[in-house]
């Protein structure tokens, strides 16, 4: 068996490609990092079940013709444009990868073989404006940022080709999840990575749009987890994937300095410049559907999530020096 991974070289990706070969699935990983091919293909040289492979996701014919040749039974969808803090960064960019590029999978898949049982990464993102907490299922979307809305759009296409093709295709609603592979532009891979940097004297301080936004962090190899059993159960169903607990950045920055023995109250600076033009309240996912059908539910708190992240920067800014 063979499966497709968009978006290798992101965190999402790089825990789904590990997860399917642990479970003998032979995989085909996309990246549009050019630039980074041969550090990709490094970085997986261990394992030659996995092939990497530079993709231009701009083109709509070039999915088509990849599902030829692969075959996948699988086809899970990572490839995104977003920052933490960047959710209206490049508009067009976003509705072009974030929503189109669905479109194109969704297409290939419908023309080649619509027996392949794809799974998109979807966002919380798509709440937007919300009304109700916590967020399921069946909890309307009123995104507020162009980066919602392209997921949404995509979001939406998955539930019509479903129902109108009887395709084998489901949406992950993912809400906030880290790890020691989470982008540097991510406020919690940020706080970590300044908190280890701080704690070994290679930076004075840490800069900050705000301390009181509250978000559902999760863990990412267990939405990976998730997203494969979603893959790989009976009938195709959406779920959201959460922890259902609300934290603060203000306790990100407890955490992460508290575990380097510092007070982060002598570190981190607010500059509300660095505050999104709109942001996004209380976001915190009921995931009971996904309990009840499919037995998953998150186990790892933030604490070790924290935790780990700021020992692998640890780790990795003591070899740097």
């Known amino acids: ?155 939406n296409l998955v539930a019509i080709y479903r129902s109108a093709y009887a395709m084998n295709c489901r949406a992950a609603i993912l809400f906030n999840h880290e790890s020691p592979r989470r982008g540097i532009a991510f406020v919690t891979r940020k706080v970590a990575r300044s908190a280890a940097a701080i704690s070994l004297g290679l930076q004075s301080e840490l800069t900050l749009g705000s301390l009181d936004i509250q978000r559902d962090w999760g863990y990412a190899p267990e939405y990976a987890e998730a997203m494969f059993l979603m893959a790989t159960a009976s009938q195709p169903n959406d779920y959201v994937l959460a922890t259902g607990r609300l934290s603060s950045i203000r306790e990100v920055c407890e955490i992460c300095f508290g575990s380097v023995g510092l007070d982060y109250r002598e570190y981190v600076r607010l500059d509300e410049r660095l505050r999104r033009p709109v942001e996004t309240l209380s976001v915190r996912g009921d995931a009971r559907r996904i309990l009840q059908d499919l037995g998953w539910e998150a186990r790892t708190s933030l604490v070790q999530v924290l935790q780990e992240m700021v020992e692998s920067d640890l780790a990795s800014l003591r070899i740097g020096r």
């Not at 980074?36 to 996995?50: L, N, V």
């Not at 974030?98 to 990464?121: H, K, Y």
């Not at 798509?126 to 967020?135: L, N, R, S, W």
């Open 1 to 155: 068996m063979t499966a497709i991974v968009t978006g290798i070289s992101g965190q999402d990706g790089y825990y789904m490609a590990r997860l399917l070969r642990r479970r003998g699935i032979a995989v085909v990983g996309l990246t549009s990092r050019r630039t980074e091919m041969a550090s990709i293909q490094q970085e997986f040289s261990d394992d030659p079940g996995i092939a990497v492979e530079s993709f231009d996701y701009s083109n709509p014919g070039n999915f088509e013709e990849l599902v030829e040749r692969v075959r996948p039974r699988l086809v899970f969808n990572f490839a995104a444009q977003a920052t933490g803090q960047g959710m209206f960064d490049d508009p067009f960019g976003m509705a072009r990868l974030n929503g189109c590029f669905v479109l194109d999978i969704l297409e290939a898949i419908r023309r080649v073989d619509p027996t392949i049982s794809f799974c998109q990464a979807s966002s919380a993102e798509m709440y937007g404006d919300v009304f109700e907490t916590p967020q399921s299922e069946t909890t309307p979307f009123r995104p507020i940022s162009p980066y919602g809305a392209a997921k949404t759009y995509a979001h």
